[in-house]
């Protein structure tokens, strides 16, 4: 029982950071490689802003998809729809953990995640953060890059331990 406690108090962390518009397969396949590897449980955060919502309608109206003031439900929709994906994605990837023999533990985060990051990677002892960067649709572009792109840079500065970006095509 001691030596598993020593175990798991030593165990390598690897932390996959993964959004709604910076989720793709290549990632998730280097991060379950390295943790494998490394025999390092891999923790899964997945990011759901709750300006996304805001910055899809805003931009369906602008583009004439929804003429006037679209409803506060529609709003809720898209929130409650990157939600569902967000909770399927961190299935896909326990199970695919679960298949490659990696310790897994996944995740939601909201909005203010830099800080949510740096205090669980030094909560944790996360030795290494895995950040997506994938090329996005025009609909999302501007925004985006300005949230994450600031954030990103944000969270490199604050993070006790180094954040490697993998750039997905």
Not at 61 to 79: C, D, K, N, V, Y
Not at 92 to 118: F, N
Request: hydrophobic fraction near 45%; proline fraction near 3%.
């Amino acid at each position: 029982f001691d030596r598993a406690i020593r175990h798991l108090a030593t165990m390598k962390k690897i932390l996959l950071v993964l959004t709604s518009t910076r989720r793709g397969p290549e990632s998730i396949r280097l991060a379950l490689a390295a943790a494998q590897s490394q025999g390092a449980e891999l923790v899964v955060a997945f990011i759901l802003d709750d300006h996304v919502p805001t910055a899809v309608i805003e931009r369906i109206t602008e583009e004439g998809w929804i003429g006037g003031r679209p409803s506060q439900q529609l709003g809720e929709a898209i929130a409650k729809e990157f939600a569902l994906q967000a909770t399927a994605k961190l299935k896909d990837v326990e199970q695919l953990a679960q298949q490659s023999g990696v310790a897994t533990r996944t995740l939601l985060l909201h909005d203010d995640w830099v800080t949510q990051i740096v205090d669980l990677a030094q909560q944790e002892g996360i030795g290494q953060i895995l950040f997506s960067r994938t090329r996005r649709s025009n609909v999302l572009t501007n925004f985006v890059g300005r949230f994450f792109g600031s954030s990103l840079e944000e969270l490199k500065k604050k993070a006790p331990c180094p954040v490697v970006v993998i750039s997905e095509h």
